[in-house]
C-alpha cells in the first residue's frame, strides 16, 4: 500500500521540478538571446572564481590571453557574465530538485517500481546535461553541441511529465476516450514528432542568428533578417502545419468533452501556446529580432511539447468505462 501523504509531496516535488526545469529554459534563452553564452568563459568555475567578478580590475592583466577562447578580442562585460553565472545557479538548483525527486520516488518503489527506476535515470541524465553544458563552453558555443543540449533537455522535461503522469494514474479515473476518433492519438504522435522537428529548424535558424549577430556585433538588429537562410522560411510555414494540426486535435476535442474535463483544459492551453509561439516568431521575424521575443520562442516551443506529452501519457492512462 502507497503512502498517499508521501505519493502526494513527490508529485508536489516533481510538479515545482518540471516548472524549475521549463524556467532554467527560459534562462537558457536569454542568455543566447543576449549573446551572454560566454559570460563565463571557463566551467565550473568564472574566471577562476566561485563569485564571478563585478568589475574587469578583479580579472588578471593577461585575461584575453588566458581566456582566449571567447575573450581573445572581447572586453570584459558583467552584466553577461552574471547573466550566464545565474544561468548555472538555476542549472545547480535544479539538480538538487531532481536528486530530491529521485529519492522521494522510493515510496513508489513497492508497487510500481518503473517510477522509482525512470526518477533516478533523469538524475543521471541530468548529470550527463550538465557535462553537455560544459561542453558548450569548452567548444566555444559550437552549435551542433547546443542542439544537442537543447533536445537533451526536451527529454528531461518528458520523462519528468511521465513520471509525473504515472504518479497520479489512479487519480485520472475513466474517461471515455472511445468518443474521440480512432485516429486521434496517431495525429497527436505525429504533432509531438512535427514539434521536435520545428524544434530542431529553430536551433539551426538560432544559430544562423548567432553567427549574423556577431558579424553585426549583435546591434543593428532590423538588418538581420536580411541575411537568414531558407531554413528561416521552412520555419516559419511549418508552424502553419503546426497550428492547423492541433487546432484538428482541439477541436475533436471540444465536440467530444466539457469544460470541466481535464482533457477540454489541457487542449485549451495547448492552442493557447501555439498561438503564443507563433506571436513571438512572428515578432522576431517583423520588429527587427527584438531580445526578449527571443527567449518566449523557445519556451513556447518547449511548453507545447511538454503539453502534447502530457496528453498522450493522460489518454494513455484513461479508460473507457465498462459496457
Known amino acids: ?77 558583467p552584466i553577461k557574465t552574471w547573466t550566464e553565472y545565474l544561468n548555472r545557479l538555476t542549472g545547480v538548483t535544479i539538480g538538487f530538485l531532481i536528486f530530491l525527486t529521485a529519492w522521494r520516488s522510493r515510496v513508489y518503489r513497492p508497487q510500481d517500481k518503473m517510477i522509482f527506476w525512470l526518477s533516478w535515470t533523469v538524475f543521471f541524465v541530468v548529470g550527463f546535461q550538465g557535462w553537455l553544458g560544459s ?18 533537455a526536451l527529454l528531461i522535461v518528458a520523462l519528468l511529465i511521465y513520471i509525473l503522469a504515472r504518479s497520479q494514474k489512479a487519480q485520472y479515473g475513466y474517461l471515455d476516450i472511445s468518443v474521440l476518433p480512432d485516429k486521434f492519438t496517431n495525429v497527436l504522435v505525429v504533432a509531438m514528432l512535427m514539434t521536435l522537428l520545428q524544434v530542431v529548424m529553430g536551433t539551426q535558424v538560432r544559430e544562423a542568428v548567432d553567427m549574423i549577430a556577431n558579424e553585426h556585433a549583435y546591434i543593428d538588429r532590423q538588418y538581420w533578417r536580411d541575411d537568414f537562410p531558407v531554413i528561416f522560411y521552412i520555419h516559419r510555414s511549418f508552424s502553419s502545419l503546426i497550428l492547423l494540426t492541433n487546432g484538428w486535435l482541439t477541436w475533436k476535442v471540444f465536440q467530444a468533452f466539457d469544460r470541466t474535463a481535464l482533457v477540454y483544459k489541457v487542449n485549451l492551453l495547448l492552442i493557447g501556446l ?47 468505462p465498462a459496457p
Open 1 to 77: 500500500m502507497i503512502d498517499q501523504q508521501a505519493a502526494q509531496s513527490f508529485r508536489r516535488l516533481a510538479t515545482l521540478t518540471v516548472c524549475a526545469v521549463y524556467f532554467l529554459i527560459l534562462v537558457g534563452g536569454i542568455v543566447r538571446a543576449s549573446g551572454a553564452g560566454m559570460g563565463c568563459p571557463d566551467w565550473p568555475t568564472c574566471f577562476g572564481q566561485w563569485v564571478p567578478p563585478t568589475e574587469e580590475a578583479q580579472l588578471p592583466a593577461d585575461y584575453h590571453e588566458r581566456y582566449a577562447v571567447g575573450y581573445e578580442n572581447t572586453q570584459f562585460n
Open 274 to 320: 501555439i498561438v503564443s509561439g507563433i506571436m513571438a516568431g512572428i515578432s522576431l521575424d517583423r520588429l527587427g529580432m527584438p531580445p526578449v521575443a527571443q527567449p518566449i520562442h523557445l519556451l513556447m516551443a518547449n511548453l507545447i511539447f511538454g503539453t502534447q506529452f502530457f496528453l498522450y501519457s493522460y489518454l494513455a492512462y484513461s479508460k473507457k
Open 135 to 152: 561542453t558548450v563552453v569548452a567548444s566555444n558555443l559550437k552549435p551542433v553541441i547546443i542542439t544537442m543540449h537543447m533536445l537533451l
